[in-house]
T-cell receptor, first 113, second 114 residues
Framework: SQQGEEDPQALSIQEGENATMNCSYK?????LQWYRQNSGRGLVHLIL?????REKHSGRLRVTLDTSKKSSSLLITASRAADTASYFC?????????????FGKGTHLIIQP | DAGITQSPRHKVTETGTPVTLRCHQTENHRYMYWYRQDPGHGLRLIHY???????DKGEVSDGYSVSRSKTEDFLLTLESATSSQTSVYFCAISESGSPEDGYTFGSGTRLTVV
């Protein structure tokens, strides 16, 4: 079963606006990751935040993690048409394991020009 | 970056036939994964490997088998394809050597079972 659940399922905003996506998960984690998937392509790793971190930045991306609420958010600032894609969160469970990451169902982001 | 290629990119097959999908990496990464992606379900783990001849089942392994006789190749076989196995299949590797770090994905195989 899915560990992470993204919210909203779909999001449409104007170019230049900020986009925020949320991820909730159920069990304790070692880290949480965000991936982007362009139409017809494989997933691309964007950013990883560890369970002892609260916020992380990478370029126009800002990720927060609240382990007490078992939730994370991904903020994309100053959105561009090229940001149109699906975004997935993935969790690495506490205690590890070779079976690795569990992915959510994704948020489909559309940037209107 | 590790080179990771999946073949074929597209395949149409008939119900009841066996199908093998290939994932090939150009470096000696230990962990390799097969996922399927379906609308409304996201990515679900089918099988994974943590070394040559070391494989295990994931969440949706029924009807699938895998083999890893060489580090660089991870094969996924649909023993007798069914329409419910129509999906997009992704292979992923962990380049860092840890199953908890970021994955690199292949471009996917779109499989249609008719």
């Amino acid at each position: 079963s899915q560990q992470g659940e993204e919210d909203p399922q779909a999001l449409s905003i104007q170019e230049g606006e900020n986009a925020t996506m949320n991820c909730s998960y159920k069990t304790s984690i070692n880290n949480l990751q965000w991936y982007r998937q362009n139409s017809g392509r494989g997933l691309v790793h964007l950013i990883l935040i560890r369970s002892n971190e609260r916020e992380k930045h990478s370029g126009r991306l800002r990720v927060t993690l609240d382990t007490s609420k078992k939730s994370s958010s991904l903020l994309i600032t100053a959105s561009r048409a090229a940001d149109t894609a699906s975004y997935f969160c993935a969790t690495a469970p506490a205690g590890g394991g070779a079976d690795g990451l569990t992915f959510g169902k994704g948020t489909h982001l559309i940037i209107q020009p | 970056d590790a080179g990771i290629t999946q073949s074929p990119r597209h395949k149409v097959t008939e119900t009841g036939t066996p199908v093998t999908l290939r994932c090939h990496q150009t470096e000696n990464h230990r962990y390799m994964y097969w996922y399927r992606q379906d609308p409304g379900h996201g990515l679900r783990l089918i099988h994974y490997s943590y070394g040559v001849k070391d494989t295990d089942k994931g969440e949706v392994s029924d009807g699938y088998s895998v083999s890893r006789s060489k580090t660089e190749d991870f094969l996924l076989t649909l023993e007798s394809a069914t329409s419910s196995q129509t999906s997009v299949y992704f292979c992923a590797i962990s380049e860092s050597g840890s199953p908890e770090d970021g994955y690199t994905f292949g471009s996917g195989t779109r499989l249609t079972v008719v």
